[in-house]
């Protein structure tokens, strides 16, 4: 049915206002008085269904987790063995792969002992341009690995679980 009228849309209007201000009243009111705890045996979750919920997803984290890191792992290999110009353009590659590793919890594994670690780049005498390290502790102590003047092979592992103190 078409309304032409003009205060008859009015009076329509201000019912359906009425209407969904009273519906969405009635929403508070639910969700403000729970139901009692006998009320309905379907709200309760089956024995052990949330951790099987659970199990799955990270399962299915895992798996997504992996392809990430593969992911960065490829466009990190091209990378090895080259270098560029300045201290200050080598600092702002590193920073960006390490921002990148940062956002999904991942380290660099250190060539030479194999603990996860932090790229740098260090000004050196001998090389104005900076040289590759790997910073890590190493027995509780703050070490600096590597020195190569060219990107080092970047090898992905997961960034350490901070230790309990
Ligand atoms: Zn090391």
């Given at each position: 049915m078409?309304?032409?009228?003009?205060?008859?849309?009015?009076?329509?209007y201000?019912?359906?206002?009425?209407?969904?201000?009273?519906?969405?009243?009635?929403?508070?009111?639910?969700?403000?008085?729970?139901?009692?705890?006998?009320?309905?045996?379907?709200?309760?979750m089956?024995?052990g269904?949330?951790?099987?919920?659970?199990?799955?997803?990270?399962?299915?984290?895992?798996r997504?987790h992996?392809?990430?890191?593969?992911?960065i792992?490829?466009y990190?290999?091209?990378?090895?063995?080259?270098?560029h110009r300045?201290l200050?353009?080598?600092q702002?590659?590193?920073?960006?792969?390490q921002?990148?590793?940062?956002?999904?919890?991942?380290?660099?594994?250190?060539?030479?002992?194999?603990?996860?670690?932090?790229?740098r780049v260090?000004p050196?005498?001998?090389?104005?341009?900076?040289v590759?390290?790997?910073?890590?502790?190493?027995?509780?102590k703050?070490?600096?690995?590597g020195?190569?003047?060219?990107?080092?092979?970047?090898r992905?592992?997961?960034k350490?679980a901070?230790?309990?103190?």
């Open positions: 078409h309304c032409s009228n003009p205060l008859a849309l009015y009076n329509m201000k019912l359906e206002c009425a209407g969904s201000f009273y519906q969405s009243n009635y929403r508070i009111l639910l969700a403000t008085n729970p139901r009692s705890p006998s009320s309905n045996e379907d709200d309760f089956a024995i269904s949330q951790d099987d919920a659970l199990l799955e997803l990270e399962k299915q984290l895992n997504l992996r392809s990430i890191r593969i992911a792992q490829d990190l290999k091209p990378l090895e063995g080259k270098r300045t200050q353009e080598n702002k590659a590193v920073n960006q792969i921002k990148l590793l940062e956002r999904y919890g991942l380290r660099i594994q250190c060539p030479e002992c194999g603990t996860p670690s932090i790229l260090s050196r005498k001998n090389a104005v341009d900076g590759f390290v790997f910073d890590h502790k190493v027995k509780g703050r070490t600096f690995h020195g190569r003047t060219t990107l080092p092979l970047m992905l592992v997961e350490p901070r230790s309990a103190k």
